[in-house]
């Protein structure tokens, strides 16, 4: 994986993160279902990395996958995201990070029978993203 473009220290990130973005963002931890601010929005616009700005996702990707995050069938961009895998907690999954600043946003998943153009559900924290509402 290469370096991240937007690289700083755990504590330049605490001076910048809430400690709830923090646990998220930099130690790849989860938001509780159902709670994110974006979960069920339909506003239109830009989805941004809340660490570092990077345009990541839009709302014309984002679709009700009613699993109790935000859920896209792709990103914004096909190098806004890396993808790593993933083998904690005895399962083998797909990590979605920010290409910008390496940061946690959450899974995606394939195959589960979605009507998405990809077939892929990018299963996002709300705490990861900030909409900047627009065209």
Not at 16 to 41: C, I, M, Q
Not at 72 to 86: G, H, K, N, Q, T
Not at 115 to 131: A, E, F, G, K, V
Request: with cysteine; net charge negative; glycine share 8%.
């Amino acid at each position: 994986m290469s370096s991240p473009k937007v690289s700083l220290t755990d504590d330049e990130w605490r001076a910048k993160l809430s400690p709830e973005e923090f646990a998220v963002l930099r130690r790849a931890g989860t938001e509780p279902p159902n709670t994110g601010e974006y979960t069920d929005t339909t506003v239109e616009g830009v989805y941004e990395c809340r660490a570092c700005g990077a345009e990541l996702f839009r709302s014309t990707e984002k679709f009700h996958s009613h699993c109790g995050w935000p859920s896209f069938f792709d990103p914004a961009d096909s190098e806004a995201v890396i993808l790593r895998s993933d083998d904690s907690l005895g399962m083998r999954r797909t990590e979605v990070l920010c290409a910008s600043c390496h940061s946690h946003l959450g899974h995606v998943f394939e195959g589960e029978g979605y009507p998405t153009p990809t077939d892929q559900r990018y299963c996002i924290n709300s705490i990861c993203l900030r909409l900047v509402p627009g065209p």
